[in-house]
T-cell receptor, first 117, second 113 residues
Framework: EADIYQTPRYLVIGTGKKITLECSQTMGHDKMYWYQQDPGMELHLIHYSYGVNSTEKGDLSSESTVSRIRTEHFPLTLESARPSHTSQYLC????????????????FGPGTRLLVL | GEDVEQSLFLSVREGDSSVINCTYTDSSSTYLYWYKQEPGAGLQLLTYIFSNMDMKQDQRLTVLLNKKDKHLSLRIADTQTGDSAIYFCAERGPSGSARQLTFGSGTQLTVLP
């Protein structure tokens, strides 16, 4: 059972507001990820982190920013929310490569559904 | 770039077997994964297979990998209504590569009573 949490689960907010989506994991994983998923669509990686003070942009360009000050915490921030940001945001973390090889299973949080009016 | 493709929908009768198919383009893929997503929830890892294996079985789940054709399938035996969900196939590149997981678009499995 993975211990990765996201808050809030649902958020409805007006255009122009600043929002922060929280993601925490208690597994001590170094690698963490943020994905964006539109309804019925595939996941797109928007940010990832290899550890504290390490953040990288993913495959899909995003106006959001992330920070990694603590291993267990990987928040995502939108400075000024717009309707085009309406989506589901999934956070994940992965365990280190196993001794037998490079496995790195990703464990996902429950997601945050964001609606920007 | 890397690409993972799945059919969008599959319907089966309760008690029948379900087979969800996935194709990928990157021949250097090392691990291939199946995730399940129930409505309103995150992704739950179901199983994974290393690229040098051709089959893996775990209770009702059987994963088949044809590396030559770059084809992956997930078979669910005795499908139940609780298996209704979206199933995502994902692949990972070789060790040391900067590339993370590449996901397919997901297959919506509907189990009919």
């Amino acid at each position: 059972e993975a211990d990765i949490y996201q808050t809030p689960r649902y958020l409805v907010i007006g255009t122009g507001k600043k929002i922060t989506l929280e993601c925490s994991q208690t597994m001590g994983h170094d690698k963490m990820y943020w994905y964006q998923q539109d309804p019925g669509m595939e996941l797109h990686l928007i940010h990832y982190s290899y550890g504290v003070n390490s953040t990288e942009k993913g495959d899909l360009s995003s106006e959001s920013t992330v920070s990694r000050i603590r291993t267990e915490h990987f928040p995502l921030t939108l400075e000024s929310a717009r309707p085009s940001h309406t989506s589901q945001y999934l956070c994940a973390s992965s365990d280190p490569p196993g001794l037998a090889g490079y496995q790195e299973t990703q464990y996902f949080g429950p997601g945050t559904r964001l609606l920007v009016l | 770039g890397e690409d993972v493709e799945q059919s969008l929908f599959l319907s089966v009768r309760e008690g029948d077997s379900s087979v969800i198919n996935c194709t990928y383009t990157d021949s250097s893929s090392t691990y291939l994964y199946w995730y399940k997503q129930e409505p309103g929830a995150g992704l739950q890892l179901l199983t994974y297979i290393f690229s040098n294996m051709d089959m893996k079985q775990d209770q009702r789940l059987t994963v088949l990998l044809n590396k030559k054709d770059k084809h992956l399938s997930l078979r669910i035996a005795d499908t139940q209504t609780g298996d209704s969900a979206i199933y995502f196939c994902a692949e990972r590149g070789p060790s040391g590569s900067a590339r993370q997981l590449t996901f397919g678009s997901g297959t919506q499995l509907t189990v009919l009573p």
